[in-house]
């Protein structure tokens, strides 16, 4: 069975970009998290959704993020306008509800804004 | 705030020693606990969990809780230099399903 699978692996982009991140959660997960991992701050919730709900985005560090899952197969994190600080590994994660609270992660997305 | 705390490393063992990581939580009511490895450059991978007080054994892993002190260990037997990684405490806050906190990470190397 296929894991939570990311695009794109690698991103650079310049300051001022756009940049959309995209995940894909393990078939049948019905729960999708987007944490943020940097070395200052470890891994943090960024978002997560429920059913394609979003429950809680109170990790969002601003404005200038946003997530979307307008299917239960398919979820974007966009970053408009991007800034060097938001530089770091972004991991998409999925849980079934039914099976405890075992989350897997992707692969992840390490963008660079320079 | 809900936190986990993690001593940053490194932890060096020698191979084929115990290596033992800790972790502490804010919440005493706290539900479940989780351990993953991330080696360097790849995604966190689930080693095991722990729901009760006391000790749960799979392979030369062992989970070790301690609700009353807030703490939670993951002990290593026979550490091997394949073992070495940052290891990542969670902790789920709330019963049901809401999200994990992690720690910020253990980085343990075994040295040959």
């Known amino acids: 069975d296929a894991g939570v699978i990311q695009s794109p692996r690698h991103e650079v982009t310049e300051m001022g970009q756009e940049v959309t991140l995209r995940c894909k959660p393990i078939?049948?997960?019905?729960?999708l998290f987007w944490y943020r991992q940097t070395m200052m701050r470890g891994l943090e919730l960024l978002i997560y959704f429920n059913n394609n709900v979003p429950i809680d985005d109170s990790g969002m560090p601003e404005d200038r993020f946003s997530a979307k899952m307008p299917n239960a197969s398919f979820s974007t994190l966009k970053i408009q306008p991007s800034e060097p600080r938001d530089s770091a590994v972004y991991f998409c994660?999925?849980?079934?509800?039914?099976?405890?609270?075992?989350?897997?992660f992707g692969e992840g997305s390490w963008l660079t804004v320079v | 705030q809900k936190e986990v705390e993690q001593n940053s490393g490194p932890l060096s063992v020698p191979e084929g020693a115990i290596a033992s990581l800790n972790c502490t939580y804010s919440d005493r009511g706290s539900q479940s606990f989780f351990w993953y490895r991330q080696y360097s450059g790849k995604s966190p991978e689930l080693i095991m969990s722990i729901y009760s007080n006391g000790d749960k054994e799979d392979g030369r892993f062992t989970a070790q809780l301690n609700k009353a002190s807030q703490y939670v260990s993951l002990l290593i037997r026979d550490s091997q230099p394949s073992d070495s990684a940052t290891y990542l405490c969670?902790?789920?806050?709330?019963?049901?399903?809401?999200?994990?906190?992690f720690g910020k990470g253990t980085r343990l190397s075994v040295i040959a």
């Open positions: 969670a902790v789920n806050y709330e019963a049901g399903n809401t999200p994990l906190v």
């Open positions: 078939s049948g997960h019905d729960y």
């Open positions: 994660a999925s849980r079934s509800g039914y099976m405890g609270n075992t989350i897997y």
